[in-house]
Antibody, heavy 123, light 107 residues
Framework: QVRLQESGPGLVKPSETVSLTCTVSGYSISSGYYWGWIRQPPGKGLEWIGS???????YDNPSLKSRVRLSVDTSKNHFSLRLSSVTAADTAVYYC????????????????WGQGTLVTVSS | DIQMTQSPSTLSASVGDRVTITCRASQYISSWLAWYQQKPGKAPKLLIS???SLESGVPSRFSGSGSGTEFTLTISSLQPDDFATYYCQVYNSFSWTFGQGTKVEIK
């Protein structure tokens, strides 16, 4: 059973870059899946941030205006998110998740999730 | 980009009620729609994928239907554990979009 655990700084200053890592256990990142990041501002809905394959192929949400950088480290079995030029609007719980699908080679939904980590942007 | 319209935003219901939540996509998405349940302070839980495929361990009172642009999540007989917020999510060409959410409250 795949398990995911997010880690990060908790508090970031405006205009800085926040770096989050998702450590995967029970499954090798190199074996498949896309790996995704989703966030949820306090009291609001879910927003997809980006997804990455073990090969390094990435997709991110255009609404984040190229502030997103995704990476994967198969040797450490983890993947990471860097979000630059943060503002208060980036305050949210950040989740990592597996992206999978019913048919081989499809990646349509998020089936295993981490518990989430709160990132607060404040001076 | 595909826009998702989920309704209602809030739903008040009683234990035993039949509950229906709808998601409409701004363009055709085949059946690549999933439904999630989220409780306060917890990560979302996948209930249904591919519009109507119930995930393992999810009670059979949950069902999903629809294709194309209109999709429905139905809870046939609401139970106390079902009071939560529900989200739909669509996939299209390596872009994943969530609906705004529906909070199911106790009437």
């Amino acid at each position: 059973q795949v398990r995911l655990q997010e880690s990060g700084p908790g508090l970031v200053k405006p205009s800085e870059t926040v770096s989050l890592t998702c450590t995967v256990s029970g499954y090798s990142i190199s074996s498949g899946y896309y790996w995704g990041w989703i966030r949820q501002p306090p009291g609001k809905g879910l927003e997809w941030i980006g997804s990455i394959y073990h090969s390094g192929s990435t997709y991110d949400n255009p609404s984040l205006k190229s502030r997103v950088r995704l990476s994967v480290d198969t040797s450490k079995n983890h993947f990471s998110l860097r979000l630059s030029s943060v503002t208060a609007a980036d305050t949210a719980v950040y989740y990592c998740a597996t992206v999978s699908g019913a048919a081989p080679g499809t990646y349509t939904h998020f089936d295993s999730w981490g518990q989430g980590t709160l990132v607060t942007v404040s001076s | 980009d595909i826009q998702m319209t989920q309704s209602p935003s809030t739903l008040s219901a009683s234990v035993g009620d039949r509950v229906t939540i709808t998601c409409r996509a701004s363009q055709y998405i085949s059946s690549w729609l999933a439904w999630y349940q989220q409780k306060p302070g917890k990560a979302p839980k996948l209930l249904i994928s591919d519009a109507s495929s119930l995930e393992s361990g999810v009670p059979s009172r949950f069902s999903g239907s629809g294709s194309g642009t209109e999709f429905t999540l139905t809870i046939s007989s609401l139970q106390p554990d079902d009071f939560a917020t529900y989200y739909c999510q669509v996939y299209n060409s390596f872009s994943w979009t969530f609906g705004q959410g529906t909070k199911v409250e106790i009437k």
